[in-house]
């Protein structure tokens, strides 16, 4: 990588970390085992991590932990969380401590190793927060670098092409280019700058066949109305839009 895009990368990082600490408190468990994302499947239906009693799980933005402490309560035998946010790291750690759970965690972001163990972990988990990274292939080499032979990737991210609708009256309509990939700076989410990448489906997946993982399902999760959340008209995750375009997508790989 040139020196350029380093400097690059690093800048967009800066954004989202400065952004994720002063949100960290006011998006505690927004989306967290069982839910893989709003108005879809959960894991209790789906079943994409199995049985994980006695299991080594790493989990890439693990935010404020309670997906940590769902591991923990169905049987989890070693838990490590990963987060950009040290405020996030720092409610993860209170959670953890208040459920004694015995947890590693790291503020880092993903493309970045801070000390986790190599060829290590049965699962590999991401919900809603793999899409965050500046560098997508850095990111998935990590993960696979983590996973033991045999051990899977499941991660959630909001449907690349849920990102270019924009309601219209009670319409939707195309406000963007699904074949346009490349950073997208934001100076109001949430009331603070971020960069997000936007990224087609298929940039995922080569990902991810690049890293050496082989994948064994792709999930375009249907409208599914019983996770409790509000319907707003004017909310992104609308039932209304759902209803004609996959909130989220959800894909699981396995290390060979």
Same mark, same amino acid.
């Given at each position: 990588?040139?020196?350029?895009?380093?400097?690059?990368?690093?800048?967009?990082?800066?954004?989202?970390?400065?952004?994720?600490?002063?949100?960290?408190?006011?998006?505690?468990?927004?989306?967290?085992?069982?839910?893989?994302?709003?108005?879809?499947?959960?894991?209790?239906?789906?079943?994409?991590?199995?049985?994980?009693?006695?299991?080594?799980?790493?989990?890439?933005?693990?935010?404020?932990?309670?997906?940590?402490?769902?591991?923990?309560?169905?049987?989890?035998?070693?838990?490590?969380?990963?987060?950009?946010?040290?405020?996030?790291?720092?409610?993860?750690? $209170? /959670?953890?401590?208040?459920?004694?759970?015995? @947890?590693? &965690?790291? +503020?880092?972001?993903?493309?970045?190793? *801070? %000390?986790?163990?190599?060829?290590?972990?049965?699962?590999?988990?991401?919900?809603? $927060? /793999?899409?965050?990274?500046?560098?997508?292939? @850095?990111? &998935?080499? +990590?993960?696979?670098?983590?996973?033991? *032979? %045999?051990?899977?990737?499941?991660?959630?991210?909001?449907?690349?092409?849920?990102?270019? /609708?924009?309601?219209?009256?009670?319409?939707?309509?195309?406000?963007?280019?699904?074949?346009?990939?490349?950073?997208?700076?934001?100076?109001?989410?949430?009331?603070?700058?971020?960069?997000?990448?936007?990224?087609?489906?298929?940039?995922?997946?080569?990902?991810?066949?690049?890293?050496?993982?082989?994948?064994?399902?792709?999930?375009?999760?249907?409208?599914?109305?019983?996770?409790?959340?509000?319907?707003?008209?004017?909310?992104?995750?609308?039932?209304?839009?759902?209803?004609?375009?996959?909130?989220?997508?959800?894909?699981?790989?396995?290390?060979?």
């Amino acid at each position: 990588m040139s020196d350029d895009k380093r400097t690059e990368h690093e800048r967009y990082l800066e954004l989202n970390e400065a952004s994720w600490d002063k949100v960290a408190h006011s998006t505690k468990g927004r989306t967290a085992l069982p839910y893989y994302g709003p108005l879809c499947a959960d894991e209790n239906e789906l079943g994409l991590l199995g049985d994980v009693r006695g299991k080594r799980v790493v989990e890439l933005g693990c935010g404020d932990g309670k997906s940590l402490l769902y591991l923990h309560q169905h049987g989890a035998a070693e838990l490590c969380g990963l987060d950009l946010s040290g405020e996030q790291i720092a409610n993860a750690k $209170a /959670l953890c401590d208040e459920h004694e759970i015995a @947890a590693d &965690l790291f +503020r880092a972001p993903m493309e970045e190793n *801070p %000390g986790i163990p190599l060829a290590h972990y049965d699962i590999a988990l991401s919900l809603y $927060a /793999l899409g965050w990274s500046v560098d997508l292939q @850095a990111s &998935l080499n +990590r993960i696979a670098s983590y996973l033991r *032979p %045999g051990g899977i990737l499941v991660f959630s991210w909001e449907h690349p092409v849920f990102r270019c /609708l924009k309601s219209r009256g009670k319409e939707l309509v195309m406000q963007h280019s699904y074949s346009e990939e490349g950073p997208i700076e934001s100076m109001s989410w949430n009331g603070g700058p971020i960069v997000m990448h936007a990224r087609k489906l298929s940039t995922f997946l080569n990902a991810i066949i690049a890293s050496g993982l082989q994948i064994e399902k792709v999930v375009e999760a249907d409208l599914h109305e019983g996770d409790g959340l509000r319907d707003y008209p004017r909310r992104w995750y609308s039932k209304d839009r759902a209803k004609l375009m996959p909130t989220t997508v959800i894909i699981k790989a396995s290390k060979p």
